[in-house]
């Protein structure tokens, strides 16, 4: 046996030479892979495509699709490490992979064939904020801003626009399931919907939605779907639980009757139904495909973590309404139980975590073995204070990006809008930086150039607009040169950059800090090879914010995660602590109206207690503040462990407090007596 199969087990080796050796690879039937988490199956998946290419599969032919850029480079590092380990040092996979996002991918091939299918060539892609600023703009035009009764916001029209597009539904269906208050503006939406992509196809922009969409209407012609499918001997898709109608829909097309076509995943873990995710895709997989159905394999045995933490992650799963996957087993024994740490706020949370993991690393355990998982970005504020005082670097994964800033967009939007001038939302932002320029004047500007055919030269035409001064050419002069490529990538963002900052100090506050992430995008874009690569790539999977406010990982050094467990899918670390295990937090009581939303929060707590490998701790603060609302700064409420893990499953966890009674006891009953001392005093008053 070849040496990269021997470390698999029975089933493993199955699912990673299924198919292998027909003479005709691209033969093998569609497989699916259905497994419990830890159960290794991205490991499998890697272990197949290497497979595939030791057998003399062509790399370039293999597309590897997972739910985040990281996973899909750290797949292919992974695929290139086991070929080099059989064959010796050749690289055979290095690059050569079309590994990524359904989206990233999906902007990729839209590139290419963007001429074919009357694309612009130069299109811009808008992230969530842009889109739902040009919905914002559509619908004034339209005036449905300005109607008596309320309008669904430009956030809630774009989130229902979305789900239209992603669940591969009509608005009727939408309204009536997810937003029934809005269900008498359905023609209003209609209306607004058609206007928001004829705006978008004038100004030459993509929305994060089109990339699929136009990807799925690409395929559904006949000619483009055999062109497009016939690059690819394989396509494998990890994650496979949190994809949607319209994500399986172009798998479809592209690999119809599914030969070479593999999907991995666990319906306990499918977390994305808010992004119209359907538990149905993995589910109905074996059936999509006549006259054969796709070989199924499952997977039973937990390589991740040790038996006390499996026990009590199943023992959460045990207690859902639906789930196709079986427990798992593990031979990794353990006397340590995960732990149930009540303490008193958040402030000892983080003091608890704190003091865990430097005493993790005291033992060998480096800060990048551990993790902090969350169900809400904002749930990591006080940890991070405490961090950041005790000098302890940590990435956030998830949440608030360096992107988002303010000052951030304005530099992309002008290279953006270099890019393309006819991208209204970018336009917009340029144009106001200037004096004297409002959201009138710009409007006049934009129409002026977009009707051009060369819309720059068009905009070096016009007579300098009053009040903008000695601003305006300077401004013609940068745009026309970035237009020209005229300085080359990366140094078209310093140029910008130059440009900008004298404006940076009048519109914004606090200039010299927000100088300083500039120069640090600048450092990140010279690590792209060009303007347009750099554009997308930042657009649809932005860098992790640090604990140094520099926007990128602090690759060499050490650090501690912190991650949304949304964000923390299908990874893996040696200690791992949860944040807010209470009810109102875990489930949300934004997230849990209806039943299946409080199961998927049931699997989200699931997802998070299986990232840990050989020590979990659930921390339940007996109080937390509640967010918005702390304005005043002890808004707080009484919090009760999460009613996942309910009296029967407490057998599962050692259950202890922080701090330990003795050492502080003093300042523990002190705050018992000022409750029992409030309690009196209303009572004197009966
Ligand atoms: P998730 O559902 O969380 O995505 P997964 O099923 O994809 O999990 P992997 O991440 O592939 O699981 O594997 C979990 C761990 O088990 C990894 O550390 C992996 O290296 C290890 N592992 C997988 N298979 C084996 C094996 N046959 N022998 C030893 N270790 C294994
Ligand atoms: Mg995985």
């Known amino acids: 046996m070849t040496a990269h199969l021997e470390n698999l087990n029975e089933r493993q080796r199955e699912a990673v030479t299924h198919g292998v050796g027909l003479a ?15 159960s290794g199956k991205t490991n499998t998946l890697a272990h197949r495509v290497a497979h595939l290419i030791l057998n003399g599969a062509d790399p370039r032919r293999i597309l590897l699709m997972t739910f985040s850029r990281r996973a899909a480079s750290e797949m292919a590092r992974r695929v290139d490490r086991i070929c080099r380990q059989v064959l010796g040092d050749k690289a055979v996979a290095d690059g050569l992979l079309w590994s990524g996002t359904f989206h990233g991918i999906g902007a990729r091939l839209l590139r290419l064939y963007a001429e074919q299918i009357g694309l612009a060539v130069d299109f811009t892609i808008h992230d969530r904020e842009d889109s739902a600023d040009l919905m914002n703009l559509v619908r004034h035009e339209l005036g449905f801003s300005k109607t008596e009764t309320r309008f669904p916001t430009k956030g809630t029209c774009l989130a229902i626009y979305s789900r239209v597009v992603n669940a591969v539904s009509s608005i009727a269906e939408v309204l009536k399931s997810a937003y029934p208050w809005a269900i008498n503006w359905e023609e209003e939406l209609k209306t607004l919907f058609a206007a928001y992509v004829t705006a978008k196809q004038a100004q030459g922009v993509l929305d994060y939605d089109d990339l699929l969409l136009y990807w799925a209407q690409m395929v559904s012609h006949a000619e483009l779907a055999d062109d497009i499918g016939n690059r690819f001997d394989h396509v494998m898709v990890d994650e496979y639980q949190d994809t949607n109608r319209l994500q399986a829909q172009i798998l479809m097309s592209l690999k119809p009757g599914g030969r070479g076509l593999t999907v991995v995943g666990d319906d306990a873990q499918s977390i994305y139904s808010f992004r119209a995710a359907t538990i149905r895709n993995i589910l109905d997989f074996p059936n999509e495909f006549s006259p054969r159905p796709a070989d199924v394999i499952t997977l039973d045995r937990n390589y991740r973590s040790t038996q006390p933490i499996l026990a009590a992650a199943n023992g959460v799963i045990g207690l859902a309404r639906e789930r196709y996957t079986k427990n798992l087993w593990t031979d990794r024994a353990s006397e340590q139980k995960p732990r149930l740490v009540t303490v008193k706020d958040e402030n000892d949370q983080a003091g608890f975590i704190v003091e865990e993991v430097l005493a993790n690393r005291e033992i060998g355990m480096a800060l990048k073995q551990q993790a902090v998982l969350f169900r809400t970005s904002s749930h990591s504020g006080a940890l991070e204070v405490e ?9 956030k994964f998830g949440g608030l990006k360096f992107l988002d800033s303010a000052h951030v967009k304005d530099l992309l939007a002008i290279i953006r809008f270099a890019q393309n001038p006819r991208d209204r939302v970018a336009g917009f932002r340029v144009l106001q930086m200037l004096p004297g320029i409002g959201p009138q004047r710009a409007a006049t500007i934009l129409d002026t150039i977009a009707a051009d055919p060369e819309p720059l030269l068009s905009l070096a035409e016009i007579p300098p607009p009053p009040k903008t001064g000695d601003d305006w050419a300077p401004f013609v002069t940068l745009l026309t040169a970035l237009g020209r490529n005229d300085h080359g990538w990366p140094g078209e963002i310093e140029k910008a950059r130059l440009w900008y900052e004298p404006h940076l100090d009048r519109i914004h506050e606090d200039p010299e800090t927000r100088k300083a992430d ?8 010279s690590g792209y090879p060009s303007r347009e690569r750099f554009l997308t790539e930042l657009t649809l999977d932005p860098p992790d914010a640090t604990s ?7 690759l060499d050094e050490d650090y501690l995660i912190l991650s949304t467990i949304h964000s923390a899918k299908g990874q893996e670390w040696r200690a791992v602590f949860m944040l807010n295990v209470v009810d109102g937090c875990m489930p949300s009581d934004l997230g849990a109206g209806t039943t299946d939303e409080l199961e998927e929060e049931r699997r989200l707590l699931y997802v998070g207690m299986t990232r840990a490998r050989d020590s979990l701790s659930l921390i339940t603060p007996q109080r937390f503040y509640t967010y918005g609302q702390n304005t005043r700064g002890d808004r707080h409420v009484y919090a009760s462990r999460t009613r996942f893990i309910p009296a029967m499953l407490l057998q599962f966890f050692e259950q202890t407090s922080w701090p330990k009674v003795a050492a502080t006891a003093s300042g523990r009953s002190a705050s018992q007596i000022r409750i029992d001392v409030a309690a009196n005093m209303r009572g004197m008053w009966k």
């Open 24 to 38: 005709d690879q691209s033969a093998a039937g569609p497989l699916l892979i259905i497994a419990g988490a830890g």
């Open 387 to 395: 961090l950041t005082r005790r000098n302890i670097p940590f990435v």
């Open 548 to 554: 140094d406010q520099a926007g990128v990982p602090l």
């Open 518 to 525: 500039l120069l640090q995008l600048e450092q990140i874009a």
